[in-house]
């Protein structure tokens, strides 16, 4: 495996997530009612399906150009890192799948500390190299929330179809994270995995 600058962050965040989905399988939700159990559910699936699909689309615009050009276009118009916080809504995604507000306010918190380093150092390095260019950017463009009235297109942009391949499968991890989360609830509630605690 190629080992980057994010190679420990993307390692910390894989094991917070099998943290969590072991959470999943050994520690039930304090019990709700059914309509919070099935908007956590569908929350959890619009939020996966978003962070996977917004993810691909990121990759269109900054695949093979991250590290010589400062990306403005697409979602890069919108908001500083994308990524970051598709990866975000995905990860609360996963949390919300085990329907513990515990367990979705302690992801939010630790992707937040993740995200929030990474964007950081990545923004110094930005500037280290980019110049006026990067502050230019940056002061015209919101780090987390998306500003929509500055969403640009270009006629055409060039696509890495390596790249966007490692992006279909990145996001296909989220998927397979979620449906594995899925298979330990169902396993658990059916009294095959057991229960060790109780989670508000």
């Not at 978003?50 to 093979?64: E, K, Q, T």
Request: hydrophobic share 55%; proline share 6%; glycine share 6%.
């Amino acid at each position: 495996m190629t080992r980057s600058a994010s190679t420990p962050r993307v390692r910390l965040t894989l094991c917070y997530f099998l943290a969590l989905l072991a959470a999943a399988a050994f520690c039930a939700p304090r019990a709700g009612s059914t309509a919070w159990l099935t908007a956590t559910q569908i929350a959890a699936l619009l939020l996966i399906a978003l962070a996977c699909l917004g993810r691909i689309w990121c990759s269109v615009f900054i695949a093979g150009r991250k590290d010589t050009a400062i990306v403005i276009d697409g979602p890069y118009a919108l908001v500083r890192h994308p990524l970051y916080v598709l990866s975000f809504l995905g990860g609360i995604g996963l949390s919300l799948a085990t329907a513990s507000a515990c367990l979705i306010a302690l992801t939010a918190a630790v992707l937040a500390v993740l995200f929030g380093r990474a964007a950081r150092r990545e923004e110094q390095w930005l500037g280290e190299h980019h110049g006026e260019a990067w502050a230019r950017y940056a002061a015209a463009t919101r780090r987390w929330w998306p500003d929509f009235s500055q969403w640009s297109l270009p006629p055409s942009t060039p696509v890495n179809p390596a790249i966007l391949w490692k992006a279909f499968v990145d996001a296909g991890a989220f998927f397979l994270l979620y449906a594995l989360m899925l298979a330990a609830i169902a396993l658990r509630e059916a009294g095959v995995l057991p229960t060790l605690a109780v989670l508000p």
